[in-house]
């Protein structure tokens, strides 16, 4: 391969790891070890199917149907039955890069080993990864115990049945699969299960969320510490004494990470701050960032288990023969901690609309209103803030906690739910909003130091407001400012340009 592969061994994928797979199209690799203990587990299930042990979803039925034994006979097109009567999901399908997730997780899962499922089926994962194969899952369809039949749709693209998506083209899956000089599998006992029955579409979702999110954070900082600039607010809230007075988690990583950004300028020098004391939105930055950085660091586990867990039931315990009941599909854990950080994107996302009106407010920033160096006869960057604050809507809707209401499908033996898929949708979905609310902080803010002229800037401040400046001019005469703020996201802040260059000079 032209590119250095991922080498997925079942126990270490990380959300970046995903991202470049999902997203850049990095390579993937089995490692031997990982097949070997496929392999291992492949033997107890076809011992399982030898000696007709009781084990639910391989010798009997699935939910309300687990006391239905099956025959060797029928096991293998019950494998096949279970993929087909479970594709109906539903709504738009997933886009490109959480496909390629759903596929590398689901791929890793099966490398740790408890699925028992068969070596082809692997080996069909990895191939539609590499040749860029991505079958056609729908959105909707999963409560968060499993994805089940959001799973189904990837079964049955392998069976060469549903759609798949290559180079651009939306095709029928024989056809998709025909044009790779691939065949369409024929599923063995079990395979149909370890399949289906995984959360690799939540997981995969969910480590694109914490990897992004993670990216939303250095941004949120670096608004912030531009904004203290135009501002210049008083930095006695950062300092190490102030951050460690009650030491919330998150709270002195934040404060330092500021003081960083300003370091070298001439706003963390005694005296520099114009007021006593500044509005929360400037003063309580690092306790809001903090409790980001909180929410970021209660995910983050929680995630790694699904990505690199055994979520299956039934479990093959390989080493000791056995396979078992188990209840690891299940995610409420997945569920709270997308929750939680969705709410503490919305936390960071009215701080940074609540700095840029700061910032406007002549009355508290001493700067002119609506920063128009015209004066108050144009309407400057005021307009924006409609914007942000309908971004901000829209981010705080979305930070509402998913429902957990209890439900009775499959005869009441599936009497509870997390609805962690959800969760995972809506803090995706935060993302984009919060990420423009950043870039109008910015601009706001690079405007204001442009009429602060502070006499110094901070090493990260200065560099940020360079590339601002870069991307979009300081606002004399009114105009529309909508290109600019799609400017500043595109080249900026969803390229990774901005945190590279800061990243490089001042950490």
Known sequence: MDRESLILTGFDLEPARVAG????????????????????????????????IPVYGLTTGLGPRVTHRLSRAEMAEF????????????????????????????????LAGGAGASLEIADALARLLNRGLH?????????????????????????????????????????????????????????????????????????????????????AQVAAALSMEGFRANTSPITAEAAAARPQPGQEYAAAGLRRLLDGGALLDPGAARRLQDPISLRCVSAVHGSLKAALDFLEPILDA??????????????????????????????????TLAMALAQAAALSVSRSVALLAERLSGLPGTLSPQGLSRSGMAPLLKTGEALLAEVRHLAQPVP????????????????????????????????????????????AVDLAEPPSLGRGTEIAHDLVRGVVDGLDEDRPLAPDVVALDTELLASGRLLSAIRQSVD
Not at 26 to 43: D, G, I, N, T, Y
Not at 90 to 108: E, F, S
Not at 309 to 338: C, K, M, Q
């Open 21 to 52: 797979v999902a997203r850049d199209g990095l390579p993937v690799e089995m490692a031997p070890e990982a097949l070997e203990r496929m392999a291992l587990s492949r033997a107890v299930v076809e011992t399982h199917v030898d000696e007709n």
């Open 306 to 339: 699904d990505l690199n867990g055994s979520a299956d039931n039934p479990l093959v315990l390989f080493e000791e023969e056995r396979i078992v009941s188990t209840g690891n599909f299940h995610t409420p854990a997945l569920a709270l901690g997308l929750d």
């Open 135 to 219: 079958p056609v899952v729908p959105s909707v369809g999963s409560v968060g115990a499993s994805d089940l039949c959001q799973m189904a749709h990837l079964g049955l693209a392998l069976l060469g049945e549903g759609e798949m998506e290559a180079g651009g083209r939306r095709l029928p899956a024989r056809e998709a699969l025909r044009e790779a000089a691939l065949e369409p599998l024929r599923l063995g006992p079990k395979d149909g299960l370890a399949i289906c029955n995984a959360s690799a579409a939540t997981a995969g979702r969910a480590a694109l969320v914490l990897h992004d999110a993670g990216g939303l954070l250095d941004l």
């Open 79 to 110: 494998s096949e039955l279970t993929v087909l009567a479970r594709s109906t999901a539903l709504g738009p399908a997933l886009p490109r890069d959480q496909t390629r997730a759903l596929l590398l997780v689901r791929l890793n899962g099966l």
């Open 404 to 447: 957990h209401d209890l439900r009775w499908p499959a005869d009441g033996v599936e009497d509870d739910i997390t609805n962690a898929p959800l969760a995972a949708r809506k803090a995706g979905d935060i993302v984009w909003r919060l990420r423009q609310i950043l870039a109008i902080e910015l601009m706001v803010a690079a405007q």
